[in-house]
């Protein structure tokens, strides 16, 4: 069983740029959620997405948009980047059923804006 | 709103000494609620989680954890430290809701001392 793999490992963008994270979804899941890590904090819910469909969004700015193919794979989209973008970026998949519905988290991709 | 405090932001204990985590939640439903442990430049690895039934759960790696309804505690426990545990630790609390998320409290980490 495959787990959940994300890419790049590490990234540094300039400030006003655009950047595109990417996920692959652990085999047989359907679900994939995105968090922000800051430096030093928990991790923040950012979205989800189910079927392809956005299925719940944390406090983040619209500049933060999400994909999620038919294959179940997913990117994280973020526009105009600041520098508190700066963060440890995870995304987690897991299947929307029942009691078994724990997010399997991916290693996360380390985005640096200066 | 859930929310998740852990009041310990750094611990250190001996080697071979007990061990507890400390972890309150917020939430006005039956919380499911979570551990995860992440080593440094590392994903989160889930240790434990509790749905229903038995208070006391037991996790991977020795850990176990018990949920106290009246006191909105999980507090995670280890009886003999190893070295190999030292590592940032977050308790989150999730829902079976629409939008399934994790919110996670700040984290705490853990050293070992030989």
């Known amino acids: 069983e495959t787990g959940v793999t994300q890419s790049p490992t590490h990234l540094i963008k300039t400030r006003g740029q655009q950047v595109t994270l990417r996920c692959s979804s652990q085999s047989g899941h359907n679900t994939v959620s995105w968090y922000q890590q800051a430096l030093g904090q928990g991790p923040q819910f950012i979205f989800q997405y189910y079927r392809e469909e956005e299925n719940g969004r944390g406090n983040f700015p619209p500049r933060f948009s999400g994909l999620q193919f038919p294959n179940y794979s997913s990117e994280l989209n973020v526009n105009a980047l600041e520098l508190d973008d700066s963060a440890l970026y995870l995304c987690a998949s897991s299947r929307v059923a029942g009691e078994n519905n724990e997010q399997y988290f991916g290693p996360g991709t380390r985005l640096t804006v200066t | ?114």
């Open chain 2, 1 to 114: 709103a859930q929310s998740v405090t852990q009041p310990d932001i750094h611990i250190t204990v001996s080697e071979g000494a007990s061990l507890e985590l400390r972890c309150n939640y917020s939430y006005g439903a039956t919380p499911y609620l979570f551990w995860y442990v992440q080593s440094p430049g590392q994903g989160l690895q889930l240790l434990l989680k509790y749905f229903s039934g038995d208070t006391l759960v037991q996790g991977i790696k020795g850990f176990e954890a018990e949920f106290k309804r009246s006191q909105s505690s999980f507090n995670l426990r280890k009886p003999s430290v190893h070295w190999s545990d030292a590592a940032e630790y977050f308790c989150a609390v999730g829902t079976m809701e629409y939008g399934n998320k994790l919110v996670f409290g700040a984290g705490t980490i853990l050293r070992v001392k030989s």
